[in-house]
């Protein structure tokens, strides 16, 4: 497997997990029954729990543009050691930022973004510079 996709399915991954502790935060607020046939409302959890959410959510929306930029570096053959660092520093940035964001670290929550972000700018440019 090519480095940028094996970044790609460990970000993946983390979306899938990234839920799991504002849910069970809901559990405890909510009940399980309750978190099982309604949608909770999100405001009457803890707030460390509300940031959690919305951290799950920012990685939702940044993984498809990530996904997509290295899934046609991998099929253009434009992937190289360069594109391969610059996904694992995807990854991590985002790991950072779930952790930092769930903490309620205002600034180097956006600096952990803002890592990402550029990183998909890198790839990116890669593709069509």
């Known amino acids: 497997m090519a ?7 460990l970000s993946a991954g983390l979306g899938l997990i990234l839920w799991i502790p504002y849910t069970t935060a809901g559990a405890g607020v909510f009940g399980l029954k309750s978190g099982t046939t ?6 009457a959890l803890p707030e460390w729990a509300q940031r959690s959410q919305r951290v799950h959510m920012n ?9 997509i930029l290295v ?6 053959g434009k992937a190289d050691a360069a594109t391969v660092t610059a996904a694992a520093t ?15 670290i205002p ?5 952990a973004y803002t890592v990402g972000w550029l990183v998909c700018l ?4 890669q593709i069509v510079g």
């Open 3 to 9: 480095g940028e996709l094996f970044w790609l399915a």
């Open 38 to 43: 309604d949608v909770p409302k999100y405001s």
């Open 59 to 67: 990685l939702v929306e940044s993984l498809a543009p990530f996904a």
């Open 71 to 76: 899934l046609i570096l991998n099929v253009s």
């Open 90 to 104: 995807f990854f991590y940035a985002r790991v950072a930022h779930a952790v930092i964001y769930t903490m309620g």
């Open 107 to 111: 600034f180097l929550r956006t600096v």
């Open 122 to 125: 890198f790839l990116l440019w």
